[in-house]
């Protein structure tokens, strides 16, 4: 394998998705590469993905990576840190094996995921991720202890223009297979007009789809000037302690944003604010739902999701995965041999009972007087 083109160099793969183009190679710094961020880096047809860590690291088993080769996109594995320093955003690279070049001169070597080497690693992460979902577990009941504000009494929110009690809320989060569920529930979104709620890129994902967000939340790393600049009422997630970098961005654009303190993610403070603006349904699209979802983002706060849906569960409704049930490439043939079944049932008919076939003939023959009649 020789590949060769530019380099777009980001130790944060989610700054570095708003910048690379098609055909250039990422070089990124991402333990346990998760799904919603290989599945980005595919969506924007990258050449390569040079990693300086391990994109799968054998903790658990998740499908990141294998997103990736199932893309035909070559992955270059744990190629060691020390190439942020050798490699210079916008430098042409050259891949050959398992070997990165500039200018003819070896800058870094890895290993070159191939089916093989993934479906190893795959296997060595099966048989840890008994001891990682018992730390998950810990870390849970650790969360419940300390922050049962969050579960029982929710953050204070603040007051916002946008108008939710009493109607559906749709929170869309940029997650893998979002955009076909966003699309396999379109007539829902037609006929209830929901909030829509847009979690960081989730937002760009509803204008991609022709929607446009009432909200967006999040802290603002993974979201376009587009999507801010659409009209939508802001909400910066911030720290506990105050603490929005997010915010500096959004003001250097001149936008007014709501700052909102709080535990845990970006998509739990979507939930909560839905819940506690007393909506009356709550679904979601994209949103971590399962347990190596929640193992993939390799943070102790996922455990406040797993707590924010047990409190907003009465209302919530979960999207994820509604477009396998009903693939719209079946429905499409299932119309296709409804016609000729149709088709084939009149042609026997008209052929096969002498009353049709004569009623058909005097069609035709009025048919063809009126064809001669308007040439004339």
């Known amino acids: 394998m020789r590949i060769r083109g530019t380099a777009r160099v980001d130790r944060r793969t989610k700054n570095l998705i708003h910048r690379i183009a098609p055909g250039e190679i990422a070089v990124i710094s991402h333990t346990d590469l998760d799904a919603p961020c290989a599945s980005a880096l595919a969506s924007r047809r990258v050449a390569a993905v040079v990693n300086a860590q391990r994109s799968l690291s054998g903790r658990f088993p998740h499908p990141g990576p294998g997103l990736l080769l199932q893309a035909r996109i ?78 029982f009494q ?69 979201v376009s000037d587009a999507a801010l600049r659409s009209g939508a009422e802001l909400i910066v997630h911030a720290y506990p302690d105050g603490r929005a970098p997010g915010r500096q961005r959004l003001e250097a654009m001149g936008l007014s944003p709501i700052v909102l303190a709080s535990r845990g993610t970006s998509e739990d403070v979507a939930m909560l ?54 693939p719209s490439g079946r429905s499409g043939r299932l119309f296709v041999y409804l016609a000729l079944v149709a088709g084939l049932i009149i042609f026997v008919l008209v052929t096969r009972s002498e009353t049709i076939r004569a009623v058909f003939d005097l069609w035709m023959l009025r048919l063809a007087s009126f064809l001669r009649g308007f040439r004339a």
Do not use: C, W
Request: aromatic share 6%; proline share 3%.
């Open 74 to 151: 070559p992955v270059l594995d744990d190629v060691g840190d020390h190439v942020f320093g050798r490699l210079r955003d916008g430098e042409t690279v050259e891949i050959d094996g398992n070997s990165v070049y500039t200018n003819g001169a070896l800058v870094a070597t890895g290993t070159l995921l191939t089916e093989e080497v993934l479906a190893e690693r795959l296997r060595e992460a099966r048989h840890n991720v008994s001891a990682e979902l018992a730390r998950f577990v810990e870390n849970t009941l650790s969360y419940v202890s300390d922050e049962q504000d969050l579960l």
């Open 154 to 222: 929710g953050p204070s929110l603040p007051e916002i223009r946008t108008s939710i009690r009493g109607r559906h809320a749709l929170i869309v989060v940029r997650g893998p297979g979002a955009a076909q569920d966003l699309r396999a529930i379109s007539s829902y979104i037609a006929a209830t007009r929901p909030v829509l709620i847009g979690v960081d890129g989730g937002a760009d994902l509803l204008m991609q789809e022709g929607y446009r967000p009432d909200v967006i939340i999040g802290d603002m790393d993974s």
């Open 273 to 326: 604010l839905a819940f506690e603006k007393e909506a009356e349904l709550i679904a979601a699209v994209g949103t971590h739902f399962s347990l190596t979802e929640f193992l993939e983002k390799g943070r102790g706060g996922m455990s406040s999701t797993f707590l924010v849906r047990l409190r907003v569960g009465s209302i919530l409704v979960d999207a994820k995965g509604i477009s396998r049930l009903y």
